[in-house]
């Protein structure tokens, strides 16, 4: 395991040593290479560390760390690509895989920027962090088996252009995040793993079977906090939700929808049954290969 205060590599930020959980992830997060974020996500002891809850931290340029590719581009622009072809199949693998990319600057993200949160909201986004990473790892390495890298296809960046949004309100954030377009993911897996299933990649049906379980548990942390929250602000859950996606934009999600996955991430049969009677958002570009999750 590598001591939560190891130095910065050559041409990374040179930020103080962590002395806290949410300075480490502050400095995870500006890590550009994807895979190397991952490995040391994955590899971090954060056993000694303190969380320092209370601490506002100073936002540095630049977030997130990114590689210099995928070239990101609008969802319009995006190809569909029958997974028929091995080329298809690479480039829906590679859509899943940077989306546990963004996922992991999500997590980290969370955890560095909203203080004054309890020290379990912290120590549950850590290790969101770590399963995203992964989960990266393990598509990563699909992606590797059958020729190909992560880069090599075009991508887009819904996921943190909702983070940016949301940046300043963490209630937005979970409402928004976890609770949309991560729990988007947990209606698109089914057929994504069909898909997979009938091109006779059962490998990455497997990985897709180990994503959606730690993802359910994700959308539940998502849950879990936003109610927190809500109480503490004396706010109803559903009319709150409902307020916030329109303020900031949200996109319309549209069936089908699992159900039981929702059900076992934490959401309530209100909420559910508001899933069908929403007011028309803008909407953002969620087909299953490219909305958030699985």
Same mark, same amino acid.
């Given at each position: ?27 995870? %997060? ?24 209370? &601490?506002?931290? $100073?936002? $540095? ?8 590719? $995928? ?15 091995? /080329? ?19 997590? %980290?993200?969370?955890? @560095? ?6 020290? &379990?909201?912290?120590?549950? @986004? ?37 983070? &940016? ?10 409402? %928004?995040?976890?609770?949309?377009? /991560? ?31 730690? /993802? ?25 939700? +409902? ?9 319309? %999600? ?19 049954? +508001? ?7 803008? +909407?953002?570009?969620?087909? $299953? ?6």
């Amino acid at each position: 395991m590598h001591p939560i205060i190891s130095s910065p590599a050559p041409g990374e930020p040179n930020l103080p040593k962590p002395e806290s959980l949410r300075l480490a992830c502050l400095r995870l %997060l500006q890590v550009k290479a994807t895979q190397d974020k991952a490995a040391r996500v994955r590899a971090t002891d954060t056993v000694r560390c303190t969380l320092d809850a209370a &601490e506002i931290f $100073p936002e $540095p340029p630049g977030l997130p760390g990114r590689p210099q590719r $995928p070239l990101l581009v609008q969802p319009a622009q995006l190809k569909t690509r029958a997974v028929g072809t091995l /080329e298809g199949r690479a480039g829906l693998i590679h859509a899943l895989t940077h989306i546990e990319a963004n996922a992991i600057n999500l997590a %980290l993200d969370m955890v @560095w920027r909203f203080a004054g949160m309890p020290n &379990e909201f912290y120590r549950d @986004w850590w290790r969101v962090a770590q399963e995203e990473s992964l989960h990266f790892e393990l598509l990563n390495a699909h992606l590797n088996r059958m020729g190909f890298a992560y880069g090599d296809f075009p991508a887009h960046d819904g996921l943190w252009d909702m983070a &940016e949004r949301t940046k300043n309100d963490v209630l937005a954030r979970l409402a %928004l995040v976890p609770r949309t377009l /991560e729990a988007r993911g947990l209606d698109a897996t089914p057929a994504v793993r069909m898909r997979l299933v009938s091109a006779g990649d059962l490998a990455a049906a497997k990985i897709l079977d180990i994503i959606l379980r730690d /993802e359910i548990g994700h959308v539940a942390i998502g849950n879990r906090w936003y109610r927190f929250l809500c109480e503490l602000r004396q706010l109803d859950p559903l009319s709150s939700y +409902a307020e916030l996606a329109l303020r900031y934009q949200a996109p319309t %999600l549209k069936g089908p929808f699992n159900l039981d996955a929702r059900r076992a991430a934490g959401f309530t049969e209100a909420e559910l049954s +508001a899933l069908n009677s929403a007011p028309s958002l803008r +909407a953002i570009r969620t087909r $299953p290969d490219t909305a958030h999750g699985p």
